[in-house]
């Protein structure tokens, strides 16, 4: 008896030591292929050092969710999760906001008004379809401030399956980015340039609004260079990066020097540039037509220089958004979305952190660039369909081509180069000639830096209506959404970045879904395969094994 509670009492120990040891060693592993549970090392670099709570409401909470998103309110816990384990002052709650029936209304105003617009998805489950309302997003929330993280990433002609599995891949970067800016103050400086009459700030005013949640931004006027070049210099060194989005003015070459001298500083650089004069508001006049003609800007040398040059022609593609005008006269007249081959839908296929998973982005009268050779390093960040063509200058326009079958085979250019990341140590525009003034310490070689040269200014443009800037890359017309504002984030942000968290984006994570339509259609043999068959297996196993008893005690 004693020997029995002795042996007892050392399995109640043996217990409680085990568990506590379990309480202090923790450890989780990841065996799935793409490693998705598996947070990378800048993503818990902005999180591990957190010394007090940041609370999450994850609003992706419902009971008639199509099972495509009950994968990806999966997947949200599942990473929420790994962020907890990292540090335990990650706290998040699934919330749904149409589940009382008596506030329902009242939480989508209020949510619509913070900017968390709902999503209207059709369920097509058992043969059925139905509609259902989401809000596939997360409020998260840190010493006073809150930031809105999105949980679905949208793609132009995607299916619900594309789209949850885009949004899978995109989660890690979105909540990521969220912890950063909640944590991490501002230290990098933007200069948006002016003085070589770029657009003005209503045109560009929903993207540098964006980009003030992560960098100060302030403008810059080249102005001074003609009177007091140095000093012009020594202001434009205290930023982190130029934005020079759509000069339609020359630069002079004092002005160029002070700029080429910034990148040997390993100043960072993106510059939005049309080379030929061509607006689609020139259009809508009597005639339905103007004159396209090449735009210098006293630019060809410099990024000659750096290993680009932009062609003043026009692409013109099959592939492209469509053009929206009134057609008939007077009360007859109706809206109609109409072919436009000026307006490239461009995207890639590299996996490069600022392309990956990103929608289609939207180009106006876009050039093409060529690539040159030299010791810098150059990725092709977006560029056409294939079936394409180059249209020199001058070069009249019309929207009377919207009336014109196009013949395909005369798209016969291929993909065009629309947008360059460069990248390393740039010699100078100025290294083997004479500068137009003298400075301090001139280089004629630069640190490791980058540069990024689009080929169209309209990129970056929003519309305006009633002088207020409308959302950057939203066509009111057609309702689509395009990427140009996430391109031109994720550009600006990898140019600047350096914990690596827009490397986060370059992350595959294969999906895999069930066939709904199958599901459908096969549903009863399913049905008769899940209940029956494992009833005629145990029936087999069964008379086997008595077959086999019998057998052996019957000799």
């Known amino acids: 008896m004693n020997k029995t509670v002795k042996h007892i009492v050392i399995l109640i120990i043996a217990i409680i030591a085990i568990n506590l040891l379990s309480s202090k060693l923790f450890k989780r592993f990841d065996l799935t292929a793409d490693k998705r549970y598996t947070l990378s090392a800048s993503a818990t670099e902005i999180i591990k050092d957190l010394d007090s709570p940041i609370v999450i409401d994850v609003f992706l909470e419902g009971e008639d969710f199509p099972s495509e998103f009950r994968r990806l309110q999966k997947e949200t816990k599942q990473l929420l999760e790994e962020f907890a384990t990292i540090n335990n002052h990650i706290v998040f709650n699934f919330l749904n906001p149409l589940e009382n029936e008596s506030t329902r209304e009242r939480n989508i105003q209020q949510l619509t008004q913070r900017g968390l617009t709902p999503m209207q ?33 949208n793609k132009i002609g995607a299916s619900q399956q594309e789209l949850v599995s885009n949004s899978v891949q995109h989660l890690e970067y979105a909540f990521a980015d969220g912890f950063s800016k909640l944590i991490n103050p501002k230290r990098r400086k933007i200069a948006i340039l002016k003085g070589n009459d770029q657009l003005q700030d209503k045109y560009i005013a929903n993207f540098v609004k964006k980009l003030g949640e992560y960098y100060y931004i302030a403008p810059f006027t080249l102005d001074s260079v003609a009177t007091n070049p140095q000093n012009t210099l ?51 006049n009597n005639t339905g037509k103007n004159y396209a003609v090449s735009r210098e800007l006293n630019l060809t040398d410099f990024f000659f ?33 109409l072919k436009w081959p000026y307006s490239p839908l461009a995207n890639t296929n590299s996996n490069h952190p600022i392309v990956n998973n990103l ?46 079958e196009q013949n395909p085979q005369s798209f016969n250019k291929g993909n065009q180069n629309l947008a360059v990341l460069i990248e390393g140590e740039f010699q100078s525009v100025y290294s083997n000639r004479i500068p137009p003034f003298k400075i ?95 009833l005629v297996l145990l029936l087999v196993f069964g008379f086997i094994f008595n077959y086999f008893r019998k057998k052996k005690y019957a000799s």
Do not use: C
């Not at 997003?137 to 809105?148: D, F």
């Not at 290993?307 to 057609?327: E, F, K, Q």
């Open 305 to 337: 220089k750096y290993g680009v040059r932009i062609n003043p022609y026009m692409v013109s593609t099959l592939y492209s958004a469509p053009i929206t005008l009134a057609m008939g006269e007077g009360s007859q007249s109706q809206f109609q979305h």
């Open 359 to 404: 929608n289609l982005v939207k180009f106006d009268f876009a050039n093409p660039i060529d690539t040159l050779k030299n010791s810098l390093k150059k990725t092709i960040l977006l560029e056409t369909a294939p079936l394409t063509k180059l249209e020199g200058t001058p070069r009249e326009v019309s929207l009377s081509l919207v009336r014109q």
């Open 121 to 153: 998805l059709s369920v097509q489950e058992n043969g059925k379809a139905t509609q259902a309302v989401i809000f596939p997003w997360a409020l998260a929330s840190y010493n006073e401030q809150t930031v809105i993280i999105p949980l679905v990433k």
């Open 234 to 284: 020594n202001a434009i060194k205290d930023f982190d990066l130029i934005i020079s989005a759509k000069p339609t003015e020359a630069f002079t070459e004092d002005e160029k020097f002070v700029l080429d001298q910034f990148t040997m500083n390993g100043g960072k650089s993106l510059w939005l540039i049309d080379a030929v004069v061509m607006e689609k508001d020139s259009l809508y």
């Open 440 to 534: 301090q310490k001139a280089l004629i070689k630069s640190v490791p830096t980058k540069m990024i040269v689009i080929a169209d200014g309209d990129v970056i443009k929003n519309d305006v209506i009633r002088n207020v800037p409308q959302e950057l890359g939203f066509d009111r017309w057609t309702g689509q959404t395009y990427g140009n504002k996430e391109f031109l984030l994720n550009a600006v942000n990898y140019l600047l970045d350096d914990n690596g968290l827009i490397n986060i984006r370059s992350k595959e994570i294969a999906m895999a879904f069930l066939n709904q339509q199958k599901i459908a259609s096969e549903k009863t043999k399913l049905q008769l395969i899940n209940i029956l068959l494992p």
